[in-house]
């Protein structure tokens, strides 16, 4: 009859055959990790990074709808951006003529509307009929919000939800999106959101969204 084995190289041999299968369990783990870093790795180097799409054309017509002070901020990050642009705070359909691009700049501002003499209906009823002569002439619009939190208000987001849906295009600074409205409106008619930090970050986005 064999000897028996002694209690202590019994239990000894029970740890080392437990280290032995920890140590190649370890192994996998590791071998699977590797494989999984060499995947996502590899398919990072195929996939080029993804560039906004040129939406636009020029020469721009800039104009607000509300007569905030952001037009003329617009206007400026236009010229940075070295596209052709006029900028009217008061379009009208005779403004529209030889531009490509009409670029809509929101932003109720009642110390504005005072300025240009005009009152919340006047104003609505301009950009309704200048968005009526860019469907006619298939223009495509540029929605642009660049007041953040602060130019929000009730008559802005009145605008907001008015003539946001009319636009090939959104771009506002990421502020005046807290509440997700430019978000919600521009999913629910597939329009393509662009946000920014800070205005002057609009600058490289604008000459990635309009053809030279």
Known sequence: MAAPI?????????I????EKEGAMTDRRTSIVRLVVFSVATLAARVPAQSPQALFEPPLLITSAGQSAEAVIAANLAKRAELPATLVKLATDKDLRDRRTLVLVIGA???GLGAAGVD?????GRVRDLLAEAKRTATPVL??????AERRGELTDELISEFLPAAKAVLVVKAGNKDGLFTKICAAHAIPLFEVEKSLDA???LKSIFKK
Request: glycine share 10%; hydrophobic share 45%; net charge positive.
């Open 143 to 148: 929605a642009m919000h660049l007041g953040g």
């Open 120 to 124: 919340t209906a006047k104003e609505t």
């Open 203 to 205: 600058v490289e986005l």
């Open 6 to 14: 002694p209690a202590a190289t019994a239990s000894g041999r029970v």
């Open 16 to 19: 080392k055959d437990l280290a």
């Open 109 to 111: 501002s009642m110390k």
